[in-house]
């Protein structure tokens, strides 16, 4: 980092040249005076720490972005739902507000407007007239703190503009707070299910007796029921078309009779009849792998040990226990 001034050639004007972070630039001045002026005023600005160099090929916040989002995956283990989550956020929202804007030209109040944008009415993409809700705007300010992280690693900035705000981020206390369904509601909810589909309100049942997260039920397979003790081996999450590993990437074995549907004190698993039930609906319709299967597909599946041959009538038998060999002894 460094100013000088000097002629570039004998007799010649005089030239202020400025090397900084990698990058040098130089101006033509004229009379010495005005470019010891000029120096003064630049080794001033080199202090700050927000000085950059302009540049004639700054890339916009879209061309950042895009090169951040073909290399990040390789070199961090993330799983393929994270990458998709990056990129969602990135499409819908941040490509939106940021992606025309020079690269270098985002500052921690920019950054700041993108957030009150978010947080207002209309931040919602899914919901126009919703705000994003705070659980994905913090997550999603993760994804453009990486962004930006690359850009200052490509001297592009000389800091991270989200790294500031830490303080301004929403927090989970902000978030709204969560309305579970009481045991009358799920009774009313399993009933309704009842009617329209049994298996389907077993799989409900199921669902609320063990209190996994979606994805975890959805991914369960006949291997992981054991009918003796009322369990099951949580191993893989059906999520977006795909089976993948847990969230936390961890194996767990979690009880199927907890009695949240019941008004009982005992609250034990296995407590109520109504609870233990869901062992025999289970054991009814056993449960089995999640992978979608077409109408045609199932209609047009065989079993292993039948035979396409044309199986040979009762008569035919008959008739051919009685005729005799065409071999003489």
């Not at 909810?189 to 209190?211: N, Y």
């Not at 099951?232 to 949240?260: A, E, Y």
């Not at 407590?271 to 597909?297: D, F, G, K, M, N």
Request: proline residues 6%; aromatic residues 6%.
């Amino acid at each position: 980092m460094g100013v000088r001034v000097r002629r570039k050639v004998k007799g010649g004007p005089w030239w202020v040249f400025v090397a900084h972070r990698g990058r040098r630039t130089s101006k033509q001045v004229g009379v010495r005076k005005a470019a010891l002026d000029l120096a003064k005023t630049l080794e001033a600005e080199l202090a700050k720490q927000d000085f950059r160099l302009p540049s004639a090929d700054i890339p916009t916040f879209a061309r950042v972005a895009e090169a951040w989002l073909a290399r990040y995956p390789l070199l961090r283990s993330l799983r393929q739902t994270s990458v998709e989550n990056h990129e969602r956020f990135l499409r819908a929202h941040l490509l939106p507000f940021f992606g025309s804007t020079p690269v270098s030209d985002i500052t921690s109040r920019l950054v700041e407007d993108f957030i009150a944008a978010k947080r207002s009415p209309g931040g919602s993409v899914r919901f126009t007239h919703r705000p994003l809700s705070p659980a994905s705007l913090r997550v999603g300010l993760k994804t453009l703190r990486a962004i930006l992280q690359r850009a200052v690693l490509d001297d592009y900035l000389s800091r991270n503009p989200v790294t500031d705000l830490g303080r301004l981020l929403p927090r989970k206390a902000e978030d709204a707070g969560v309305d579970p369904f009481t045991g009358e509601e799920l009774r009313a909810i399993l009933m309704a299910a009842e009617r329209l589909d049994p298996g389907f309100a077993t799989l409900l049942r199921l669902w609320v007796q063990s209190g996994l997260r979606a994805g975890e039920v959805l991914g369960l397979q006949e291997r992981d029921l054991d009918m003796l003790h009322g369990t099951v081996t949580v191993r893989r999450t059906w999520t977006r078309g795909r089976l993948g590993p847990t969230k936390t990437g961890h194996v767990r074995t979690v009880s199927i009779l907890h009695p949240v549907c019941e008004a009982t004190a005992a609250w034990h698993p296995g407590a109520t009849p109504e609870t233990r039930s869901l062992l025999a609906r289970v054991r009814a319709r056993r449960v089995q792998s999640i992978e979608p299967q077409s109408a045609a597909q199932r209609g047009t599946r065989r079993n292993p040990g039948a035979t396409r041959h044309r199986p040979v009538e009762r008569d035919d038998k008959a008739k051919t226990r009685g005729r005799k060999s065409s071999r003489t002894p």
